[in-house]
């Protein structure tokens, strides 16, 4: 399995079917997540579709997922 780079235009994930929380308003505030066909997961702003996508592994979003489900980061937000 060849991995993406990290940090590479919006084309070279080309195809991806993006997804955003239903928690996300209108005015641009969310960001968007897509499995690509190799199982690597690609993020980005959704304020920039075309701008760069950060590319993830499973397990080390598997991994961020589970700090924010236990609350890891809502530091972030006070």
Same mark, same amino acid.
């Given at each position: ?12 994930? !080309? #195809?991806?079917?993006?997804? *955003? ?5 209108? @005015? #641009? @505030?969310? %960001? !968007? %997540? ?10 980005? @702003?959704?304020? =920039? ?5 950060? +590319?993830?592994?499973?397990? !080390?979003?598997?991994?961020? =997922?589970? #700090? +924010? *489900?236990?609350? !890891? =980061?809502? =530091?972030?937000?006070?």
């Amino acid at each position: 399995m060849q991995r993406m780079e990290t940090g590479v235009s919006a084309e070279a994930a !080309e #195809g991806a079917l993006w997804c *955003k929380s239903r928690r996300s308003g209108g @005015n #641009g @505030n969310c %960001v !968007e %997540v897509a499995r690509l066909p190799d199982g690597q997961v690609a993020i980005r @702003n959704s304020r =920039f579709p075309e701008g760069p996508v950060l +590319v993830y592994t499973r397990e !080390e979003i598997a991994a961020f =997922f589970g #700090g +924010v *489900k236990d609350g !890891e =980061f809502d =530091f972030t937000l006070s």
